[in-house]
């Protein structure tokens, strides 16, 4: 069936780096754009980037530009999330998810990952 | 960046009710907008998306209504099923996709 397999859970001190993959199946890898999303404990969702597999074309949130990126491996239909000079601020849930309709960017999005824990302690 | 504002942020309900909650964006989106119920410990799942269409498999007591501004997600008779989260999400303005801060459905 189509689904998004994340990596587990991490525990990073602050300042270090994280980086998380998402592995999809059961679909055609490069024709569905990749958000990822994250959730803070007890918060809301946050959209935080978005990938095209196809071109690696990437947007990111202005409020991490510059310590978030986005890559691919269409050879393994993984997307991967790199979170750089992490902070207590970004211990949260991070989720990828798939844009609905093929190659579309003002989408829903239909299916996600089961999510992956970064916990930031020193 | 587009400003998603649900209400009520809590809503307390009993088996059987029905219930509406509204989202209001900060500027026009046509009818861009999805709604998602999430449960603890869960991803959210698409329950609506193009403010009334329902995704697959979704239950028909699940409804979305709106456009411009002013969108409800309604729930015609609440099942123990339904208690959750539920987030609308904007995708006019797709730099960035905004969510609403959420409205918890809770057992009264």
């Known amino acids: 069936q189509v689904q998004l397999v994340q990596s587990g859970a991490e525990v990073k001190k602050p300042g270090a780096s994280v980086n998380i993959s998402c592995k999809a199946s059961?679909?055609?890898?490069?024709?569905?754009?990749i958000h990822w999303v994250r959730q803070a404990p007890g918060q809301g969702l946050e959209w935080m980037g978005i990938?095209?597999?196809?071109?690696?074309?990437?947007i990111y949130a202005q409020k991490l530009q510059g310590r978030v990126t986005l890559t691919t491996d269409t050879s393994t239909s993984t997307v991967y999330m790199e979170l750089s000079s992490l902070t207590s601020e970004d211990t949260a849930v991070y989720y990828c998810?798939?844009?609905?309709?093929?190659?579309?960017?003002?989408?829903?999005?239909?299916?996600w990952g089961q999510g992956t824990l970064v916990t930031v302690s020193s | 960046d587009i400003q998603m504002t649900q209400s009520p942020s809590t809503l307390s309900a009993s088996v059987g009710d029905r219930v509406t909650i509204t989202c209001r964006a900060s500027?026009?989106?046509?009818?861009?907008l999805a709604w998602y119920q999430q449960k603890p410990g869960k991803a959210p799942k698409l329950l609506i998306y193009?403010?009334?269409t329902l995704e697959n498999g979704v239950p028909s007591r699940f409804s979305g209504s709106g456009s411009g501004t002013e969108f409800t997600l309604t729930i015609s008779s609440l099942q123990p099923d339904d208690f959750a989260t539920y987030y609308c999400?904007?995708?006019?303005?797709?730099?960035?996709?905004?969510f609403g801060q959420g409205t918890r459905v809770e057992i009264k």
């Open positions: 059961g679909y055609t890898f490069n024709i569905y754009y």
């Open positions: 500027q026009s989106i046509g009818g861009w």
């Open positions: 999400q904007q995708y006019n303005s797709y730099s960035p996709w905004t």
């Open positions: 990938i095209n597999p196809s071109s690696d074309n990437t």
């Open positions: 193009k403010a009334s």
């Open positions: 998810a798939r844009g609905r309709y093929e190659l579309v960017l003002n989408d829903a999005f239909d299916i």
